[in-house]
């Protein structure tokens, strides 16, 4: 059997031998040559998503069986894009990481909105894929997309059927912790790998952390042991743990005593004392608020009393028609300013102001004359 072997190290980015494209002029190159078999040696730590998928879909769709063996890790896109080889197997120091996938974006509510609609339709792709390679049921993985990075050992990963098969370890590296690999994430798991394997490889991998790398960033001298980053990594994410929970709090005090000052209390208040303040007077003012709506519901039912006895002497005087009584209520609750301008009653009692206050009132030109005649034609 002719096997053909391909070296999968790094991030899976566009421009590198990890892209979607080189993977597959590799992989169709070793097909034309014969290959019965491939074989595909993995120490992967994630990358991007859309050249992942072309990956997936090459193995998916070899003409030819085709082996995972995962030499140090196949963290986030890393373990999608092994999921189709019907062989996975992982070295019995190896790990796995599985989490939601992640992205930025820049702009308006809009694309916002259709890059995280997009983020959602490619989480629901990996559950199928984890799904389909390992027989679990969807809530399994459902579980494991909860924004948070969840590592699995080799044993581990068998157990999920995440592969089908451990192997001897390949490189000899320290065993750590999962606190360790937390504080370590998928970078510094495959810097952990990586400084055993080929030095050359390590070297034109433009992504791809060191231990000498990793402690010159932590301001350790380059002749750090693992041990001493690994401890440094971790003492540094407790340091920023305690700064995030430090400068919680602070919001938190600085909001508790703007609400205090909100609510007339000193800023010395406590989050007893704003709660109880904050019933008390979101009480009085549900009170207020019923008795003025009391107070309006009383006057609107006076006038309307008041407006319908108008009506009704209207109709004895013989102003108005009977028959026109209920129309001109509902004119009175509709606009009752409109509706006094032209009720009878009104009129008349102007127009009998007028006519008594003598011949005087009508002279020619007149305010009262223009008042009258203004009257008269109903205006």
């Not at 997936?56 to 995972?68: D, F, G, K, R």
């Not at 205090?260 to 004392?273: F, I, M, N, R, W």
């Not at 009752?336 to 301008?341: F, I, S, V």
């Not at 008594?356 to 009257?375: L, N, T």
Request: proline share 2%.
């Amino acid at each position: 059997m002719k096997v053909g072997k391909i070296k999968f190290f790094g991030e899976i980015y566009s421009y590198s031998q990890r892209s979607g494209r080189s993977f597959s002029d590799q992989f169709d190159e070793l097909i034309a040559n014969g290959a019965d078999k491939i074989v595909i040696s993995m120490h992967c730590y994630g990358g991007e998503v859309f050249e992942g998928n072309v990956i997936y879909n090459t193995i998916a769709n070899s003409p030819v069986p085709v082996e995972i063996q995962i030499v140090g890790v196949a963290a986030s896109m890393g373990s999608v894009v092994m999921l189709p080889a019907k062989e996975r197997t992982i070295a019995e120091n190896g790990f796995i990481m599985i989490h939601t996938p992640s992205g930025g974006v820049r702009g308006n509510a809009k694309k916002m909105r259709s890059a995280a609609e997009l983020l959602e339709k490619m989480q629901h792709n990996f559950q199928k894929n984890y799904v389909a390679a390992t027989g679990k049921t969807a809530a399994t993985f459902e579980k494991l997309m909860d924004g948070n990075d969840h590592w699995f050992t080799a044993q581990e990963a068998l157990e999920l059927g995440l592969v089908t098969k451990i192997i001897p370890r390949v490189a000899k590296v320290k065993d750590l912790d999962k606190e360790a690999i937390s504080a370590l994430g998928e970078r510094g798991m495959y810097a952990h790998f990586a400084a055993h394997f080929n030095k050359q490889q390590q070297q034109s991998n433009n992504n791809q952390m060191d231990i000498k790398a990793m402690a010159k960033a932590l301001g350790l001298p380059e002749t750090a042991t693992e041990d001493e980053v690994v401890a440094a990594m971790q003492s540094q994410k407790r340091d920023l743990e305690a700064l995030q929970t430090e400068k919680a709090n602070a919001e938190k005090d600085g909001k508790r005593k703007e609400r205090a000052k909100a609510l007339g209390l000193p800023e010395t208040a406590t989050d007893d004392e704003i709660l109880a303040e904050s019933k008390r007077q979101s009480a009085e003012l549900n009170q207020l608020k019923a008795e003025k709506e009391q107070r309006e519901k009383a006057e609107k039912e006076k006038q309307e009393t008041e407006d319908n006895a108008m009506i009704d002497a209207a109709v004895q005087k013989g102003l108005i028609d009977a028959s026109s009584v209920e129309s001109w209520k509902a004119m009175f609750k509709a606009n009752r300013e409109q509706a006094l301008k032209v009720f009878p009653a009104k009129r008349e009692s102007i127009v009998g102001q007028i006519s008594d206050s003598g011949d005087k009132a009508f002279v020619p030109g007149s305010e009262f004359d223009k008042r009258f005649e203004e009257i008269r034609k109903g205006k």
